[in-house]
């Protein structure tokens, strides 16, 4: 059974920094492209991040990019995400994705 499990969000001031962790498990999680995918308060889906874990290939969208760092630790299953200088529109539930495969998401807020 596939499960992502995100741990690491929180409250945190703008101009901060959090690390969100994906736990994974139920495949090959070293052959995988992983996502980060974040849902802000009464808006839609938005992709932030990806990573091809075989070849760390990494993508950004135009907003998270020189802000936020993908990383994945292919031997403990664990993908990351680095996020620097958080502004309020970054409070969202950030959700770990691999195929139609979800996690639960981790709540991030961005606030003074």
């Known amino acids: 059974e596939v499960q992502l499990v995100e741990s690491g969000g929180g409250l945190v001031q703008p101009g901060g920094s959090l690390r969100l962790s994906c736990a994974a498990s139920?495949?090959?999680?070293?052959?995988?492209?992983m996502s980060w995918v974040r849902q802000a308060p009464g808006k839609g889906l938005e992709w932030v991040s990806s990573i091809y874990t075989y070849i760390s290939n990494t993508y950004y969208a135009d907003s998270m990019k020189g802000r936020f760092t993908i990383s994945t630790d292919n031997a403990n299953k664990t993908m990351y995400l680095q996020m620097t200088n958080l502004k309020p529109e970054d409070t969202a539930v950030y959700y770990c994705?691999?195929?139609?495969?979800w996690g639960p998401g981790t709540q991030v807020t961005v606030s003074s």
């Open positions: 994705r691999r195929g139609t495969n």
């Open positions: 139920g495949f090959t999680y070293s052959s995988s492209a």
